[in-house]
């Protein structure tokens, strides 16, 4: 509430309205455009395009972590790629992409995988490395298979790594999804967050930049705070 007074303070009495349009000028916007029916058509979008992405790092992540964790010469082998793929710009990343694919969907997939492949693969090494070797020699001691010994000691350790990589990396995907998408896109939020500048209308930019918002927000309580709580 502070932050709305604020708002409409500096909207009222400091800009003028095509600067710093009013809070009730963003909110009706954001209806005029749920009324549209163009949210849920650039949010599904982005989401589709995000989603690709994670699985994309998911499936290249997951054994390069997994050799990180379990062998010397994999971690020797593989860290310095990993760590310096992690520290790219992620600008970078968003207008190669756009030179090599163009505008399509795979360029911002593609970013999303770049950015969240490391995170993957640092949290499952880690992951793996935190085993407990008691509970790992006991196994071999008893003859459990390879099988078993992944599915109740090394993936319940792994878990919580991935999660939390995974959950600290989440807003950061959507970010760089919507970068990407600012710089070629059709269709998506990026796409519409740079046709809001392109057309110099701060409401539409502010009504979309709220829409982001509460979707991220609505993804962290009701479906990854659920999903923790289920998993855990």
Same mark, same amino acid.
């Given at each position: 509430l502070g932050f709305v007074a604020i708002w409409a303070y500096y909207a009222t009495f400091v800009f003028e309205p095509f600067v710093l349009p009013q809070p009730w000028a963003v909110v009706q916007r954001m209806w005029g455009l749920l009324t549209e029916g163009v949210v849920f058509a650039n949010f599904w979008a982005s989401l589709w395009k995000t989603m690709l992405g994670w699985f994309m790092a998911l499936v290249v992540g997951l054994p390069i972590g997994l050799l990180m964790g379990r062998y010397r010469y994999a971690k020797a082998f593989f860290h310095d790629l990993v760590y310096l793929a992690a520290n790219v710009p992620l600008i970078v990343y968003a207008v190669l992409m756009l030179i090599v694919f163009g505008i399509s969907s795979i360029g911002p997939a593609f970013v999303v995988m770049l950015l969240v492949l490391p995170a993957v693969a640092l949290n499952v090494a880690a992951g793996v490395e935190s085993a407990d070797r008691g509970l790992l020699a006991m196994s071999r001691s008893f003859r459990r298979s390879s099988r078993q010994v992944a599915t109740n000691v090394i993936v319940p350790s792994v878990i919580p790594f991935l999660f939390a990589g995974g959950r600290v990396s989440f807003a950061d995907s959507w970010k760089l999804e919507a970068l990407t998408e600012t710089f070629g896109g059709l269709i998506g939020v990026g796409f519409q967050l740079e046709k /809001? !500048?392109?057309?110099? /209308? &701060?409401?539409? =930019? =502010?009504?979309?930049?709220? !829409?982001? &918002?509460? !979707? &991220?927000i609505v993804i962290e309580r009701l479906v990854l705070v659920r999903l923790e709580r289920r998993i855990f």
């Open positions: /809001s !500048f392109q057309t110099f /209308s &701060v409401v539409d =930019l =502010l009504a979309w930049m709220f !829409f982001f &918002v509460i !979707f &991220v």
